[in-house]
Nanobody, 126 residues
Framework: VQLQASGGGLVQAGGSLRLSCAGS????????WGWFRQAPGKEREFVAAISRNGYNTHYADSVKGRFTISRSNAENTVALQMNSLQSEDTAVYYC????????????????????WGQGTQVTVSS
């Protein structure tokens, strides 16, 4: 397993969760990272992404202002802080990464990512 996601769970609407994803190889600090999610009966959708150097981020409109993506290259980890959670945020969340030829690259398309974690369930009760 190259990516290991954790931190999901059950939370009430308005609450917070922090997801974490760890890369098993040191070279993951050369990658851009992203979070995607898939709700039951829906297609996988982009949530947030961060560049290799950590300076550029991008968010889906639905989570902008509520979610924050961050990374630690020293620890080969990326985190997704989720605040003000809503029932619509219920989904399986996946972390993903791929090698970034340029440090400022941020990718939002799932097919730009080569490495995927196993997914962690987030359930928001209303």
């Amino acid at each position: 397993v190259q990516l290991q996601a954790s931190g999901g769970g059950l939370v009430q609407a308005g609450g917070s969760l922090r997801l974490s994803c760890a890369g098993s190889r040191r070279t993951f600090n050369m990658h851009f990272w992203g979070w995607f999610r898939q709700a039951p009966g829906k297609e996988r959708e982009f949530v947030a992404a961060i560049s290799r150097n950590g300076y550029n981020t991008h968010y889906a409109d639905s989570v902008k202002g509520r979610f924050t993506i961050s990374r630690s290259n020293a620890e080969n980890t990326v985190a997704l802080q989720m605040n003000s959670l809503q029932s619509e945020d219920t989904a399986v969340y996946y972390c993903a990464s791929n090698y970034a030829r340029r440090p400022e690259w941020v990718q939002v398309a799932a097919n730009e990512y080569q490495n995927w974690g196993q997914g962690t369930q987030v359930t928001v009760s209303s």
